[in-house]
């Protein structure tokens, strides 16, 4: 991978991924170790979920197709090692996020602040 060719982003704009039924078979164990570590990777480098999360959809029978793609995310990443988010270990970091509920149901909306109070209940 250190000889690899620089990729400007994680993900082609023409590249559409499928369930691709007549592709090429990889190792199951092997692919979701590179999901897994993509998935890590991106609680710093929130550029590339939409990315990882696209091809994890293909855990349960991954093809050639879909490692293509994780591997163009690892080449994506080995040109941008200098970017990311970093959080200090001793700094008053205060976290802001923000919700809209304007079009949503009251069910939906029940759920969504149970949830927003329990993830800030754990942190």
């Known amino acids: 991978m250190e000889n690899a ?8 704009t023409t590249c559409y ?4 039924e007549t592709g090429q ?3 199951i164990k092997k692919y979701r170790g590179m ?7 991106s609680a710093s480098r929130p550029g590339i979920m939409f990315s990882v999360c696209m091809c994890a959809r293909y855990q349960a029978n991954p093809k ?5 793609v994780v591997k163009r995310i ?3 990443l080995l040109g941008t090692i200098n970017r990311g988010l970093w959080y200090p270990k001793n700094s008053s970091y205060n976290s802001v996020g923000y919700l809209t509920l304007i079009l949503l ?3 939906l909306i029940e759920k969504v602040l149970v949830a927003l109070v329990i993830s800030l209940v754990v942190l």
């Open 5 to 12: 060719k620089h990729m400007v982003t994680p993900m082609s």
């Open 17 to 20: 991924l499928d369930r691709d």
């Open 25 to 27: 078979s990889i190792d």
């Open 35 to 41: 999901i897994r570590s993509l998935l890590y990777l």
């Open 64 to 68: 050639e197709s879909h490692l293509s």
């Open 74 to 76: 690892m080449r994506y």
């Open 105 to 107: 149901d009251a069910k």
